[in-house]
Nanobody, 126 residues
């Protein structure tokens, strides 16, 4: 079993930055492909970014390309989401998710992940 804990959310003005962290325990972090998703009130949970187990490949939803950066530190068992130039439409609860790298994986699909954190709230004021 994998335990994921997100942190780093908060209230920020439009144009500001936040860095989210997701710490993993219970399994070798380097064996997991990781993703970030978000869910705004009244909307479905949507893909934001993903990173392969080695960090060699990344994926982003078009709306965050050039503003958000996903990265990971396998020695610290942590995945990060650096969010710059934040917009009010980025307001949501952000979740990290994990998937065993030996299993079939579609990075952008929320159904492809087996492990989820409880989320951290990001609020961007205009």
């Amino acid at each position: 079993q994998v335990h994921l804990v997100e942190s780093g959310g908060g209230l920020v003005q439009a144009g500001g930055s936040l860095r989210l962290s997701c710490a993993a325990s219970g399994r070798t972090f380097g064996s997991l492909n990781m993703g970030w998703f978000r869910q705004a009130p009244g909307k479905e949970r949507e893909f934001v970014a993903a990173i392969s187990w080695s960090g060699g490949s990344t994926w982003y939803v078009d709306s965050v390309k050039g503003r958000f950066t996903i990265s990971r530190d396998n020695a610290k068992s942590t995945v990060y989401l650096q969010m710059n130039s934040l917009k009010p439409e980025d307001t949501a609860v952000y979740y990290c998710a994990g998937k065993d790298r030996l299993m079939s994986w579609t990075p952008t699909s929320r159904t492809a992940y087996d492990y989820w954190g409880h989320g951290t709230q990001v609020t961007v004021s205009s």
